[in-house]
C-alpha cells in the first residue's frame, strides 16, 4: 500500500482537545472481533460534517477516534454562513445540540426568488409547505461551537487535535494509521476497523484509495462576503438570478447578511479587487436594492466552484462523507446540508450493523450507505446543475422557459410544496435521528 505523505484535513473546522479513553467507552468490555483495534472507527476531518458523524455514534458503544489536522483557534475563526435545511435542523435535534443553536439562527420568514431585470417575484412563505419556518441561516462559529461542547460529554470519542495523518495501511481486517501530533517527536499509530474521510473535497484518504471522480469546473467562481444592510432584512432569504450566474442573500441573526454571488471567474477576481465603493455599488445593482445601501463588513473571499461526485463512496475499509464525497454548486446552499445528510445516514447504518453483530468495516456494510445517499446526492447535484445553467443565460428561448416556470411556480401550490420539499430535504429518507 503507498504511503500516504501528507493528509491535508479540508474539513470546516477543528474540534477542542479531549482526552477520553477509548476503554472506558459504553460497550468497550463486550466481545469484539478484533480485540486488537484501537477503536471501531476513525473519523479524519474535525470539521462540522465529521464532528456531525461523531456526535451521531455518541452512546453508541462504539469507539471512535476523529482526527484534525488544524488548531481549533485557526479553524474555528472562518468567517462564514451557511444554509440549513429543515432537515439538518431536526437531525441537529436529534443528536441534542439544537436548542443551544437555535437561538443564534436566523429562521427563514421568507424566500424570495427573482431573475435579473424580470419584474416577478416568486415568495415562499412557511404555510406554502406546512412549517413554522423554511429553513435557517446559521454561522460557522456557532454550529462548531455547539458541536464542540457535546462532543466534550460523550465518553465513547477521542478527538486528535491537531494530528496529522501521514500513512494509512488497509488489510482485510481494519486499518492502521499514521499520526504525527506536535508533542511527540515519534508518530502514533492506531488500529481501526473503519476509516471515515470527512477531509474535504481534495480528499487525500480518496486519492490514495484510488477512487475516481467524475464532474466538472464551472466556467465561474463564488464571491463571499458579509454585509451591514440598510434596511432590515426580516428574515427574508433572497435568492436572485443574474446572467452572469446568481446571488444568494442570507439573512443573519445579528442583523447583517451574507452574500454568495457567482460570476465568471474573470468577473470575480474583478469585483474581489475593486475599490469597496464601486464594489457595494454594483451588489446594490445587482440585488435591486432590497437592502437599501449596504456596507461591507468582511474581506470578500473567492472560491472556484465545481461539481464533483465520487464513482464510489467507499473502498476496503473506507467510507466517504461531504465534500470527500460530492460538491455541488453553490445556488440554493445545499452542500453543507448534503454532507450533514450522509453522516446522519451513515451513523445509523454502522449503530445498526454493530448491534446485530455485522462487521462495521465490510463492503456488505457500507454498500447499505452508498444505496442510500449517492442517489439522492445525484438528485440534488443535478438540480442546482439545472438551476446554474438555466438562469445563467442570455439565450432567449431558454429565458422565455425559465420566466414562465417563474410565472408557474408562483402561482400553482403545489409546485412550491414540491421545490420546497426538495430544497428542505424532506423529499429524501429520512435519518432515524431526525424523525
Given amino acids: 500500500m503507498p504511503r500516504l505523505d501528507s493528509i491535508s484535513v479540508l474539513a470546516d473546522a477543528a474540534p477542542t482537545q479531549m482526552l477520553h479513553s477509548p476503554t472506558s467507552a459504553p460497550g468497550a468490555d463486550r466481545a469484539i472481533d478484533a480485540p486488537q483495534l484501537d477503536y471501531d472507527l476513525a473519523i479524519v476531518g474535525g470539521g462540522i460534517i465529521g464532528n456531525t458523524l461523531a456526535l451521531a455514534l455518541q452512546n453508541s458503544g462504539l469507539r471512535v477516534v476523529s482526527i484534525e489536522s488544524q488548531a481549533a483557534s485557526i479553524s474555528i475563526a472562518k468567517s462564514r454562513a451557511y444554509v440549513l435545511s429543515m432537515l439538518s435542523g431536526q437531525i441537529f435535534a436529534g443528536l441534542g445540540i439544537w436548542q443551544e443553536v437555535l437561538p443564534h439562527v436566523t429562521q427563514f420568514s421568507q424566500i424570495q426568488i427573482s431573475d435579473a431585470d424580470y419584474a416577478g417575484i416568486v415568495k415562499m412563505y412557511p404555510q406554502d409547505l406546512g412549517r413554522e419556518t423554511l429553513g435557517y441561516a446559521a454561522s460557522h462559529e456557532v454550529l462548531l461551537t455547539a458541536l464542540q461542547a457535546k462532543l466534550q460529554t460523550a465518553t465513547n470519542i477521542t478527538v486528535m487535535c491537531p494530528a496529522q495523518v501521514i500513512a494509512v495501511e ?6 492502521e494509521l499514521t499520526i504525527h501530533t506536535p508533542d511527540r517527536e515519534q508518530p502514533t499509530k492506531i488500529r481501526t476497523s473503519l476509516v471515515i474521510a470527512a477531509d474535504g473535497a481534495k480528499s487525500a484518504l480518496r486519492e490514495q484509495a484510488g477512487i475516481a471522480t467524475t464532474g466538472w469546473n464551472y466556467w465561474q467562481s463564488c464571491i463571499t462576503a458579509t454585509i451591514v444592510p440598510e434596511k432590515p432584512h426580516q428574515n427574508i432569504a433572497y435568492e436572485r438570478f443574474w446572467y452572469a450566474g446568481p446571488i444568494g442573500v442570507l439573512p ?14 474573470q468577473q470575480a477576481e474583478e469585483l474581489r479587487d475593486l475599490p469597496v465603493a464601486e464594489f457595494l455599488l454594483e451588489l ?6 432590497l437592502l437599501g445601501k449596504l456596507e461591507l463588513d468582511s474581506q470578500r473571499w473567492l472560491f472556484p466552484v465545481k461539481l464533483m461526485q ?13 465534500d470527500a464525497a460530492h460538491c455541488c454548486h453553490p445556488v440554493a446552499g445545499q452542500g453543507m446540508n448534503l454532507g450533514i445528510r450522509d453522516a446522519a445516514a451513515l451513523a445509523e447504518i454502522l449503530v445498526a450493523a454493530d448491534r446485530a453483530g455485522e462487521d462495521i468495516g465490510s463492503r456488505k456494510v457500507l454498500q447499505r450507505y452508498v444505496n442510500w445517499r449517492k442517489p439522492e446526492n445525484w438528485v440534488i447535484l443535478a438540480f442546482t446543475d439545472f438551476l446554474d445553467r438555466m438562469f445563467s443565460t442570455r439565450l432567449l428561448p431558454i429565458v422565455i422557459v425559465r420566466r414562465l416556470g417563474l410565472f408557474l411556480l408562483d402561482r400553482i401550490p403545489g409546485f412550491k410544496y414540491l421545490a420546497l420539499r426538495l430544497m428542505t430535504g424532506l423529499a429524501g429518507k429520512i435519518p432515524q435521528v431526525a424523525r
Fill in 170 to 175: 488497509y488489510t482485510a481486517t481494519g486499518a
Fill in 252 to 265: 443573519l441573526a445579528d442583523g447583517r447578511c451574507q452574500v454568495v454571488w457567482t460570476v465568471p471567474h
Fill in 310 to 322: 465520487s464513482k464510489d463512496y467507499i473502498a476496503d475499509r473506507l467510507a466517504l462523507i461531504g
Fill in 284 to 289: 446594490e445593482h445587482c440585488t435591486g436594492g
